[in-house]
């Protein structure tokens, strides 16, 4: 018989708020390619959603990192539930008759640019974050008992840089290619993954804090010494 369900006080609030930076990342941000300038680099291209996907992959360390990788199974499965439904609702609103009048002609075609690829945004997004959420909490989950705990710095900025590379070799060519020049792909891209890894790195100190805080008031440190890590299951 399985043993009961631990109630964790913090486990739901981390999730919904996983679950909306996802919704973010793809449908506000993915879709924008911006330019920073650096110095010694000049101007360096990156996607809009840099400002949201990177709190992801911190969130998914937490909850690993807490709580274990049937957690944080179970959020990955949820945001992409989620993500499933707005894709649809969108492709939706944006089918349905749109009112006489010059303003509702122009917010039409202001929702077709924003959210007429969402669903390829949405299919593209789902595959490469499953892909690269497991990849990065397998790896985390495993580094955790290599380690014996210790070095959670080097578990999240390690596990982040695997789960952020197999993630950005995907996405941008599946969502983007035969938009956007090549070229410009394969910079965002690159881009983008140096930037999210450079993100985890700059947020260990908060990761730590964070990790500290829900293991103390959760009285929880999980180690996946016996987990199934089949991505094909959201029960924990």
Not at 27 to 32: E, L, R, T, V, Y
Not at 56 to 84: M, Q
Not at 141 to 155: E, F, N, P, S, V
Request: proline fraction near 4%; hydrophobic fraction near 50%.
């Amino acid at each position: 018989m399985d043993s009961p369900r631990r109630h964790h006080r913090y486990y739901d609030l981390i999730l919904a708020a996983f679950v909306v930076v996802l919704l973010c990342s793809n449908f506000i941000g993915a879709g924008k390619a911006a330019v920073v300038t650096l110095p010694y680099f000049g101007t360096v291209p990156f996607g809009g959603g840099i400002l949201f996907f990177p709190i992801s992959y911190f969130f998914g360390d937490i909850l690993t990192e807490v709580y274990g990788y049937a957690y944080d199974r179970r959020a990955v499965w949820a945001g992409f539930a989620a993500l499933v439904f707005a894709a649809i609702m969108a492709q939706i609103v944006i089918t349905l008759p749109v009112a006489p009048g010059e303003y509702m002609a122009n917010y039409q075609q202001g929702l077709e640019t924003v959210f007429g690829n969402s669903w390829r945004i949405a299919l593209a997004s789902m595959f490469s974050f499953w892909c690269g959420s497991f990849v990065n909490s397998y790896v985390l989950a495993k580094m955790k008992i290599w380690t014996q705990g210790r070095y959670l710095w080097m578990r999240t900025i390690g596990s982040t840089a695997v789960g952020e590379l197999v993630d950005s070799s995907f996405f941008y060519m599946l969502a983007f290619y035969g938009l956007w020049p090549t070229d410009e792909v394969i910079q965002v891209a690159l881009a983008q993954y140096a930037l999210k890894t450079a993100w985890e790195v700059l947020a260990t100190p908060l990761t730590y804090w964070v990790v500290n805080f829900l293991k103390r008031k959760e009285n929880e440190d999980h180690y996946d010494i016996h987990t199934n890590f089949t991505p094909f299951r959201v029960k924990v």
